[in-house]
C-alpha cells in the first residue's frame, strides 16, 4: 500500500487548509470552487471529508493529477 500523504498547512487568511500530495506529487482536486489547489474551509462531518480523500487517493494511483470530486461544492456557500 502507498501512503497518500496530506499536510494541514496554515497561512495567514485560512485557519487550516488540506493538500494532497501522492509519491512527493502534489495532487489537485477539482471541487468546483476554482480553487484547484487545496481545501480551506469547514466540512460539515467527516463522511464528506472522508470521501473528498478516497477520490484523490483513486485518482493518484491511477497516474492523475487533477481528480474530480464526486459533489460540487461550488453552490454551497451562495448568498
Given at each position: 500500500m502507498i501512503p497518500?500523504?496530506?499536510y494541514l498547512h496554515?497561512?495567514?487568511y485560512d485557519p487550516s487548509t488540506a493538500w494532497f500530495f501522492f509519491r512527493n506529487?502534489?495532487?489537485m482536486i477539482d471541487l468546483g470552487t476554482g480553487n484547484n489547489n487545496k481545501?480551506?474551509?469547514v466540512m460539515k462531518d467527516k463522511q464528506e471529508f472522508i470521501n473528498?480523500?478516497?477520490t484523490v487517493y483513486r485518482g493518484a494511483r491511477?497516474?492523475?493529477r487533477l481528480?474530480?470530486?464526486r459533489k460540487?461544492?461550488?453552490t454551497k456557500y451562495r448568498y
Open positions: 497518500l500523504n496530506m496554515s497561512e495567514l506529487k502534489h495532487i481545501i480551506n474551509w473528498i480523500v478516497e491511477k497516474g492523475r481528480v474530480i470530486a460540487d461544492y461550488s
